[in-house]
């Protein structure tokens, strides 16, 4: 195929253009794009399967230097600090179709994890579940709140909200035990009742985890017309 030269006007206005902006293009490209690659970034959170720690609408912070640094737009790894921790909200690829979600850690490598009768067990104990204080759950929406059934996770030391749904047809609610692999981790939404996480699609690989989430930037409840919910603006994730 032969490509014919460009108008000299389509030309001039191109150049226009590129004159105008080409600052604002290279910050861009040099700058943001490898800032939110390596550094830092946002992730909007469309779904509930982090509920009630994270709400659908929430415009999570994710720390992509808290484990290591990467080359930009890679897998490479340059330096490493530290593992993920069980506890841990982390942003990864997911295995199945390599999208970008989060959810927690609740196992990592030579850990046993079991589930029985949504009891979560780490190395043959079960985790001791208390009350949850209110304000950990508001904001949840109304009629899911009313169903829900949460309780406080005590997860190795690590205290969180987790929720199940009775009557929900959804994850399993229970699994034999799973020992994790050298490399690979456990993850889990505290959704547990509404969250497709390695019980579906197994574990995942420590090259997968690509940063760790422990604040609320903003948000706007996207099933009451993106209302912002001002008193989870800067909320701290625990």
Known sequence: MKFLPLPPPVRSFLKRKWTEWRSTILFAAFVLTPVKSSLADMNWVPSG???????EGDLVYVDKLAYDLRLPLTYQRIAKWQDPAKGDIVVFFSPKDDMRIVKRVVGTPGDVIEL?????YLNGKPLD????????????????????????????????????????????????????????YFIMGDNRDNSLDSRD??????????????????????????????????????
Not at 116 to 120: I, Q, S, V
Not at 139 to 159: I, S, T
Not at 202 to 229: C, H, N, W
């Open 116 to 120: 029985r009768n949504r009891t979560l």
């Open 49 to 55: 399967s982090m509920n009630p720690t994270i709400l």
């Open 129 to 184: 579940y208390a009350p949850l204080p209110a304000a950990e759950s508001a904001g949840l929406n109304p009629p899911l709140a009313a169903r829900a059934v949460m309780a406080e996770e005590d997860l190795a030391g690590r205290e969180h909200a987790v929720m199940a749904i009775p009557g929900f047809p959804g994850s399993p609610t229970s699994f034999p035990p799973i020992t994790v692999p050298p490399g690979q």
């Open 201 to 238: 699609y197994g574990m995942v690989e420590r090259k997968r985890i690509i940063g760790k989430v422990s604040t609320v930037l903003a948000s706007f409840d996207i099933l009451d017309k993106y209302q912002p919910r001002t008193s989870r603006f800067m909320k701290s994730l625990r």
